[in-house]
């Protein structure tokens, strides 16, 4: 359910809709009329004109409304002059598109003509199940994959941001999504629509994120679309919403020389947000025999590290990744020298 606030060019006003039901006020404060009547139709044609002297009923369910309450097939006058202006209008399809054609009669016609329609969907129905799960993998230094599991829905929708948010979307509410984190709406401050009911995609990427930075990912379960769209609001905290943290930037190698017998000095360029770095050391460039000693070695917050003691005829292969407080990189190219 959601309250709703339309800018008619009719005199009715959609205050509240809902899957099956829909909440009307109708201004009956029309210059020169006679009568008003309303009449709720699907995509089928209206008749241009209308008598006037339809019966009033006032249990407005579409499914015990009287023939003498209907305009040809498939169109109901909610209202007439005798009705009250507030209406509830129940027993109406999900996800539905209706149309409220407002007529009028001028002075002692008993025919009325149509003089403005108003437009408007019904939510679908809600989805019977939250998501339960997300699932990320191949994290990068600027972005990552999503997958969600457990929800009962036709669609998710997901918002990421670097701080905890509290966001809920609201029903009947198509947010503009943007996988570039940041360039997508909005929705609360920092928090972003990466993906929305348009994007039917099942695993789902987010790019545009800094190195080393925390994420907070939420899921919401969605049936519908554009103003039909209804979404599952409960927040289960660590199954729709999770944190993640990107990979630093990975160091750059310089240089990977051995400038006397036994010793060998490497380069690299340091990364932003790493307190050490780890150097491994290999006689193979796949890395699968390291060296006795150095082997994920911690070297601490530097930029150049000596290596000694190492065996000649001998060719050495060299690499290091970043770690940071709460991140680390991916290992670096490799450079080799042969002593």
């Known amino acids: 359910m959601t309250v709703i606030s339309y800018e008619a060019k009719s005199n009715v006003i959609v205050n509240e809709k809902s899957h099956n039901f829909a909440v009307l006020s109708v201004n009956t404060d029309t210059k020169f009329s006679k009568d008003i009547l309303v009449i709720l139709r699907e995509k089928k044609s209206p008749p241009p004109k209308i008598k006037t002297d339809y019966k009033y009923n006032f249990i407005h369910n579409l499914n015990n409304l009287d023939s003498s309450a209907m305009a040809g097939d498939g169109n109901y006058v909610i209202f007439n002059k ?100 940041g360039k997508g709406f909005e929705a609360a401050n920092g928090v972003y629509v990466v993906k929305s009911d348009a994007d039917t995609s099942k695993i789902f990427s987010v790019n545009g994120l800094e190195p080393g930075t925390a994420y907070y990912v939420r899921a919401y379960a969605l049936n519908g679309k554009g103003q039909s769209v209804n979404y599952h609001e409960e927040v289960v905290k660590k199954r729709n919403s999770v944190k993640i943290i990107t990979k630093l930037e990975t160091p750059v190698i310089k240089s990977f020389n051995c400038p006397q017998t036994g010793a060998c000095r490497v380069e690299w360029a340091k990364v932003k947000g790493a307190d050490t770095y780890i150097l491994e050391l290999s006689n193979d460039d796949k890395f699968e025999t390291l060296h006795e000693i150095y082997n994920a070695l911690d070297v601490g917050d530097v930029d150049s590290y000596v290596f000694d003691e190492l065996e000649s005829n001998r060719t050495y292969f060299i690499r290091i990744k970043a770690l940071g407080k709460v991140a680390e990189s991916d290992y670096s190219n490799h450079l080799s020298k042969k002593l």
């Open 82 to 181: 005798d009705s009250e202006t507030n209406i509830r209008i129940e027993s109406l399809k999900p996800d539905t598109y209706y149309i409220l054609d407002t007529y009028k009669a001028s002075g002692n016609s008993k025919i009325a003509e149509k003089i403005a329609s108003l437009e408007f969907t019904t939510l679908a129905e809600q989805p019977l199940r939250q998501v339960q799960m997300i699932l990320w993998a191949d994290v990068t230094k600027n972005s990552f994959k999503l997958l969600s599991e457990g929800a009962q829905s036709q669609n998710v929708m997901y918002v990421v941001s670097k701080g905890e948010n509290d966001f809920v979307p609201v029903d009947a509410t198509s947010y503009k999504a943007n996988a570039t984190f």
